[in-house]
Nanobody
Framework: QVQLVESGGGLVQAGGSLRLSCAASGRTFIPNAVAWFRQPPGKLRDFVARMDWTGGNTAYADSVKGRFTISGDNAKNTVTLQMNSLQPADTAVYYC????????WGQGTQVTVSS
């Protein structure tokens, strides 16, 4: 059974940066498309960014475009989300998963941006 483990969250001031990492134990991300999602307090989980292992194409939610970058490490079987110019609206629990045929969700990692 695959287990997703997200890490790297924390408390940061507006304008700061964080780098999130996601590891999958028991299975490999390759060659699936993978994505980061987030769930703000009291709201539904929503799409943030996706990446296709084959070809490396990426896509982002409009709200994070130009500030966030998704990337993958084949050797480590990890997916990373570099988040710059963070805003209070980015406060959420962040999760990773495949784009389709989802694996069980991990615990996520909390990102809190103070103004």
């Amino acid at each position: 059974q695959v287990q997703l483990v997200e890490s790297g969250g924390g408390l940061v001031q507006a304008g700061g940066s964080l780098r999130l990492s996601c590891a999958a134990s028991g299975r490999t991300f390759i060659p699936n498309a993978v994505a980061w999602f987030r769930q703000p307090p009291g709201k539904l989980r929503d799409f943030v960014a996706r990446m296709d292992w084959t070809g490396g194409n990426t896509a982002y939610a409009d709200s994070v475009k130009g500030r966030f970058t998704i990337s993958g490490d084949n050797a480590k079987n990890t997916v990373t989300l570099q988040m710059n110019s963070l805003q209070p609206a980015d406060t959420a629990v962040y999760y990773c998963n495949k784009v389709s045929n989802l694996w069980p969700w991990g615990q996520g990692t909390q990102v809190t941006v103070s103004s």
